[in-house]
Nanobody
Framework: QVQLVESGGGLVQPGGSLRLSCAASGFSFWRYAMSWYRQAPEKERELVARIFADGNFRYYLDFVKGRFTISRDNAMNTVYLQMNNLKPEDTAVYYC?????????WGKGTQVIVSS
C-alpha cells in the first residue's frame, strides 16, 4: 500500500536550516507530483511546496519563496524540502502528500519548531 514517511524535523533557532525528507513506497513514485503541507496550531493545513513528476515545475507558498526548495530523487523514491532562514512563523507539523490514482495520501508528519 502507499506509504509516506517524513523525517528531519526538529528544533532550530531563527535563521537556521533544516532538510525534511519523505520516503515513499507502494506506488510508482516517478509518475506523481509530490507536495509538502504544514499545519500550525489552531490553523488550517496549507500547501507549502509542490513538485511535478518530472521535477520541472515547482510551486511555493509566497511566504517561503526564496527560503525553501523542494526537490525529488526518483531513483530513491524520496522528496525533500530544504528550509533555510527559518522563521518562528514556520513552526508547524510538516506533512508529505501525494495524490495517487485520485486518492490523497498523507504521511504522519514531522514537527518543526523555530524558536530561540
Amino acid at each position: 500500500q502507499v506509504q509516506l514517511v517524513e523525517s528531519g524535523g526538529g528544533l532550530v533557532q531563527p535563521g537556521g536550516s533544516l532538510r525534511l525528507s519523505c520516503a515513499a513506497s507502494g506506488f510508482s513514485f516517478w509518475r506523481y507530483a509530490m507536495s509538502w503541507y504544514r499545519q500550525a496550531p489552531e490553523k488550517e493545513r496549507e500547501l507549502v511546496a509542490r513538485i511535478f513528476a518530472d521535477g520541472n515545475f515547482r510551486y511555493y507558498l509566497d511566504f517561503v519563496k526564496g527560503r525553501f526548495t523542494i526537490s525529488r530523487d526518483n531513483a530513491m523514491n524520496t522528496v525533500y524540502l530544504q528550509m533555510n532562514n527559518l522563521k518562528p512563523e514556520d513552526t508547524a507539523v510538516y506533512y508529505c502528500n501525494s495524490e495517487v490514482t485520485g486518492r490523497n495520501y498523507w504521511g504522519k508528519g514531522t514537527q518543526v519548531i523555530v524558536s530561540s
